[in-house]
């Protein structure tokens, strides 16, 4: 693990060196999380052309020792203070910052680094996160596992006209964490009927019952790295309909498959499989984009709408093509998908062809 953090920190580094700034302090902490491998609730990392400095208070200080390395550890309840310090002796013009922050911390940077230019850094760190590396590609890849087996323990566990949306979410909630998952990525969406037309329909009271659509949005959290999947079934019997829709969907997040690779654009990414519903008469009824990144963070860059930047191989993207009949029934598949030079690996490996359970 040391060795990979080691390699980010130097990416890190490398990127300042391209900027304007003369060093950049980290506060969020999944950033942090990412670049030394510190998994506690306080701490700021601050790293210039030749410094490496990470600041936490007594409660970690023995965490930040066995975690942190390549990095001088400073024990305080001051952070600002002590790097004020060392950036003025080091003659510090230019610093950088996390861009999400609140104002209040803003106003505090203000006031200590007082006659040093405050530069914010938008999504830093979090470009540098849209490549995966091979620790980080494994780690995803266990967490897809987990999701595929819970979801098809979960189609033994419904039963229709008994069994809640709640209690289907709640299933796959703890499924999960008996397979190793630390805790849920976010919250489960079981969303069965006229209810499966939101596309961000969380569970409800709901009874499932035949002749419903039912649609789970789930994934984990395994080792601090999340899985995403979506999979739509049917209850007890589908329509003639239901099954052209589902069919459709299916095919939209195929040829995304096919075509994704290193080089696409992000508009392409979102327009091949967008193509395919619009061209069957659904268009109006995709109503969101086709993905994003996953890793730390369950929705992180890269983003997908009109860009012509293009996908980079090491990337881990989600393919989600839905369609969504208001007051009727919607349909969404999602597969993680990882990003290579010639095409793609599928890494939620679960069942996808139409189930009728």
Do not use: W
């Not at 890190?12 to 304007?20: I, P, S």
């Not at 400073?74 to 003025?88: G, H, M, N, Q, S």
């Not at 009271?205 to 949005?217: A, F, N, Y």
């Not at 990337?315 to 009727?328: F, K, N, S, V």
């Amino acid at each position: 693990m040391q060795t990979y953090l080691q390699a980010r920190v130097t990416n890190f580094v490398t990127k300042l060196a391209q900027t304007d700034v003369d060093a950049i302090l980290v506060t969020n902490l999944t950033n942090i999380y990412y670049l030394t491998g510190f998994s506690g609730t306080a701490g700021t990392v601050y790293i210039s052309g030749k410094r490496r400095l990470f600041l936490t208070d007594a409660r970690y200080s023995l965490m930040a020792k066995k975690a942190v390395q390549g990095f001088d550890i400073i024990e305080t309840r001051a952070p600002l203070a002590e790097i004020a310090k060392i950036a003025a002796e080091d003659g510090l013009s230019r610093l950088g910052f996390d861009s999400q922050i609140s104002y209040a911390y803003y106003q505090q940077l203000q006031e200590t680094f007082s006659g040093v230019v405050l530069v914010p850094q938008t999504n830093f760190t979090e470009e540098l996160r849209m490549i995966k590396d091979a620790i980080e590609i494994e780690t995803i890849r266990k967490a897809c596992s987990i999701s595929d087996r819970a979801f098809t323990d979960v189609l033994d566990f419904i039963k229709p006209g008994q069994t809640t949306e709640i209690d289907v979410a709640n299933f796959l909630d703890f499924r999960m964490r008996e397979y190793g998952a630390s805790g849920i990525s976010f919250e489960t969406i079981a969303a069965s009927g006229y209810r499966s037309s939101m596309p961000h329909g969380r569970a409800s009271d709901k009874v499932i019952e035949t002749g419903e659509t039912l649609t789970l949005d789930f994934g984990c959290y395994y080792n601090h790295y999340v899985s995403d999947m979506t999979r739509t079934i049917h209850i007890g019997q589908v329509t003639d309909q239901e099954r052209e829709i589902y069919d459709l969907v299916l095919r939209a997040n195929k040829v995304l498959i096919e075509k994704a690779k290193a080089g696409l654009t992000y508009r392409d990414f979102d327009a091949i499989p967008r193509q395919v519903i619009t061209d069957a008469g659904y268009g109006n009824y995709f109503t969101h984009g086709i993905g994003h990144g996953i890793g730390l963070d369950i929705h992180e860059e890269p983003y997908f709408g009109k860009s012509d930047e293009t996908i980079k191989a090491g990337m881990i993207l989600t393919d989600e093509p839905g369609i969504y009949l208001e007051g009727q029934y919607g349909v969404r598949i999602e597969d993680d998908l990882l990003i290579t030079e010639t095409g793609c690996e599928i890494l939620t490996l679960a069942p996808k062809e139409l189930i009728v359970i």
